[in-house]
């Protein structure tokens, strides 16, 4: 399909993580004059403790790299696991231009501001240790709880612990925190006097407007492999990757992603729970 403007963003290229091939699949389906990238596309931060980097996560890079020398405009919005990059603002790359934000004027002449949007975090900007300690200690944590349980019922403990009760509290923070980070990224972009914002970081996503101003997330590619695609009278759409390969072997396959709208309320507490893994 032929569309306007491809948005991706949190793709952690470099971790385990990375859904390369069905980031793949949506790249072969879609074809775009724009494509921006907003962050957290290579994963810096993760590459630290230990690079996971297949042959699909190459391909992705060598797709990318083609695009943009057969004439796609094509820029680099850096997030917060890819934050060196910052550094290089306004600089191109071979055919690639690095930008800390951009202001993209849609076909429809709507003005919206693009930017990762870790810089509205509160918890990324204010404790980075916490948030690298979160990265690091939530599949510690998961671990722990398991062993925790099966000890609990070795030593036949009486009593029973509820880890869905403990589970849903957290999601309960999770959604919270994605409220809060809506609001303060909504607030920036009625200042600066913009029609709209297109950020990621929260791995949540979502076209929400909210009163004269509109939301967007692009998500991510590690949990929900989602993308926003600019048609070319400039109305934005919400792209979900279909399910994974083996889902997908029995049926003919026409498109190997489907378009998704509409967000049920479940994208919010799964995408609370991933931030809260991976922000
Ligand atoms: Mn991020």
Not at 17 to 22: L, S
Not at 127 to 151: E, K, M, P, Q, T
Request: with cysteine.
């Amino acid at each position: 399909m032929q569309v306007r403007s491809i948005f991706i963003s949190d793709v952690h290229l470099g971790t385990r993580g990375c859904q390369a091939e069905r980031l793949l699949d949506f790249l072969r389906d879609y074809d775009s004059e724009n494509l921006f990238l907003i962050g957290d596309i290579i994963d810096f931060w993760a590459m630290n403790r230990g690079i996971h980097w297949t042959a699909a996560q190459n391909t992705v890079v060598q797709k990318i790299l083609r695009r943009a020398r057969h004439g796609q405009h094509v820029m680099l919005i850096p997030g917060n696991h890819d934050e060196a990059l910052r550094e290089y603002d306004g600089i191109s790359f071979g055919d690639i231009v690095v930008c800390r934000e951009h202001i993209h004027v849609a076909a429809d002449g709507r003005r919206y501001l693009l930017l990762h949007g870790d810089e509205f975090d509160q918890v990324t900007r204010y404790h980075r240790w916490l948030a690298v300690l979160g990265d690091l200690g939530y599949n510690l944590l998961v671990r722990v709880n398991a062993s925790l349980s099966r000890l609990r019922r070795l030593l036949r403990r009486p009593g029973y612990w509820s880890l869905a009760g403990y589970a849903k509290s957290r999601v309960k923070r999770a959604v919270s925190f994605i409220f809060d980070f809506e609001d303060s990224v909504i607030r920036a972009v009625r200042e600066r006097g913009l029609d709209g914002v297109i950020c990621g970081h929260i791995h949540s996503a979502a076209i929400r407007p909210l009163g004269d101003v509109v939301y967007v997330n692009c998500g991510d590619w590690v949990d929900s492999c989602s993308a926003i695609v600019e048609h070319h009278d400039g109305r934005l759409e919400l792209v979900r990757a279909w399910q994974p390969v083996a889902a997908a072997v029995t049926a003919t396959r026409p498109s190997a992603v489907s378009p998704a709208p509409t967000l049920e309320p479940t994208d919010h507490l799964q995408g609370g729970l991933a931030q809260l893994n991976s922000q």
